[in-house]
Nanobody, 123 residues
């Protein structure tokens, strides 16, 4: 499965961005997907995860209440709506697909990764 993220860019504090993750294969629509982010020199941080049909989602504490994960299986695409952005949200954002059952909260729980899209939050 190949994953391609898009939608990153520059946003002001308090602003919004919407990230997309397009999967190359329809099989991704039957699997759990997730978003992670990474700042240079730091470990990749869990942001959010969503099960195959979107009925179950979990968020990292740092984004809870501000970010919303969703998916459109007809388009093989997952989204991350980011509102009330803060400078601390600045990072490269990665989408991932998990082959195993259930939701995933750690990097090693995912099997396929995109190349990432950069988000910068600054005034």
């Amino acid at each position: 499965v190949q994953l391609v993220e898009s939608g990153g860019g520059l946003a002001e504090p308090g602003g919004s961005l919407r990230l997309s993750c397009a999967a190359s294969e329809r099989t991704a629509s039957t699997l759990t997907m997730g978003w992670f982010r990474q700042v240079s020199g730091n470990e990749r941080e869990f942001v959010a995860t969503i099960n195959w049909d979107g009925s179950s989602t979990v968020y990292g504490n740092s984004v809870k209440g501000r970010f919303t994960i969703s998916r459109d299986n007809a388009k093989n695409t997952m989204y991350l709506q980011m509102n009330s952005l803060k400078p601390g949200d600045t990072a490269i954002y990665y989408c991932a697909v998990r082959k195993g059952a259930g939701l995933g909260f750690s990097v090693r729980g995912y099997d396929y990764w995109g190349q990432g899209t950069r988000v910068i939050v600054s005034s």
